[in-house]
């Protein structure tokens, strides 16, 4: 059996860090042509030189570096056959303390750009003709989330009915479209949020692992291998699907 992203070219929106950064490494390691976007250019250029992916400096909050970053790959690549959206802000609001300001920040990052850059990769691939794969990168907070979550919550909510909702739309033009709602996991971003907005201590990481089913915080490697399989031919004729990466079950009552 051979790499299973052998014969394709791979953009992975965020993927300077986190979650976008494990998907390159996978995808890279699959066999995949990988470009990944991030607003930092000497983290994004520090990542490319160690994974031999390439880095196209854009910011997902404006919409037309979103659709620039797509163009831009299948410029340098004639084509564009599967998009990852993993670019997102999780900075802390409830729906008392929330400003416009915030509220549009988590929109502009964790919605519209996702919306866009969609665009500009199905726009690609039904000119084309092509088959293709889009991966979202939600959060298991879109099923309603922790009171300081609210503006993340709202965009990401949005991020799962705009998942289905294109899914659907482009069945027929054999583009596959799933989600994938992520729980607590150890990332950089995390380590900065805990000790940002939580007052977290070097501990942080075992007691969150204490409070977890599993006993630990999910892993970025294993996010990214199941990314990769939902990109894949392996994962079949699966589309819409927003599946909960979680150790929590939902709806699930004690």
Same mark, same amino acid.
């Given at each position: 059996m051979g790499p299973l992203l052998g014969d394709r070219v791979v953009l992975v929106n965020g993927g300077s860090q986190g979650v976008g950064a494990g998907v390159v490494r996978a995808a890279v390691r699959e066999g995949a042509t990988v470009a990944f976007t991030g607003r930092r250019a000497e983290l994004g250029e520090r990542f490319a030189a160690e994974t031999g992916a390439t880095y196209v400096r854009a910011d997902l909050a404006d919409p037309a570096q979103a659709r620039a970053g797509v163009e831009r790959v299948v410029a340098a690549h004639g084509r564009l056959d599967c998009l990852v959206n993993a670019a997102g802000l999780t900075s802390r609001g409830t729906l008392l303390d929330t400003t416009p300001e915030l509220f549009d920040a988590h929109?502009?990052?964790?919605? &519209?750009?996702?919306?866009?850059?969609?665009?500009?990769?199905?726009?690609?691939?039904?000119?084309?003709?092509?088959?293709?794969? *889009? !991966?979202?990168i939600i959060t298991s907070s879109a099923h309603g989330g922790q009171p300081f979550l609210a503006p993340y919550v709202a965009a990401k909510a949005g991020l799962t009915g705009l998942t289905r909702n294109a899914a659907h739309a482009h069945r027929w033009d054999r583009i596959r479209i799933n989600g994938l709602n992520i729980g607590w996991t150890d990332t950089e971003g995390e380590e900065e949020i805990q000790r940002t907005f939580h007052?977290?201590?070097?501990?942080? &990481?075992?007691?969150?692992?204490?409070s977890l089913p599993m006993g630990r915080l999910g892993q970025v490697d294993e996010i990214a291998d199941? *990314? !990769?399989?939902?990109?894949?031919?392996?994962?079949?004729?699966?589309?819409?699907?927003v599946v909960d990466w979680d150790q929590t079950v939902f709806g699930g009552l004690d």
């Open positions: 929109i502009a990052v964790n919605l &519209r750009g996702p919306f866009f850059a969609m665009q500009a990769a199905v726009r690609h691939l039904v000119d084309r003709g092509a088959p293709g794969t *889009v !991966v979202n007052g977290a201590g070097d501990d942080w &990481r075992e007691k969150a692992a204490g199941f *990314v !990769v399989f939902l990109l894949s031919d392996r994962s079949g004729v699966v589309t819409g699907s």
